[in-house]
């Protein structure tokens, strides 16, 4: 019963952690923002999107 209590309590505050990075939000629109801002604009390129640069910075980080 305890345990179970606390368990609702701990999911009750929803965090939404970065999938790229270590950062964390309360909502969903401000994941959205920091996404796009800090992972997606930034590797966009003339009608593509700089998927080796992504993926090069997503390991730097996941390692640092
Ligand atoms: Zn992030």
Redesign the pocket.
């Known amino acids: 019963m305890d345990s179970l209590c606390c368990y609702k309590l701990v999911v009750g505050k929803k965090i939404i952690k970065?999938s790229?990075?270590k950062?964390e939000f309360e909502n969903g629109y401000g994941y959205r923002m920091?996404?796009e801002q800090?992972?997606f604009y930034p590797y966009i390129r003339k009608n593509s999107f700089d998927f080796e640069s992504a993926k090069r910075d997503k390991e730097n980080g996941a390692n640092s």
Do not use: A, I, M, S
């Open positions: 970065c790229q990075c950062e920091h996404w800090k992972h």
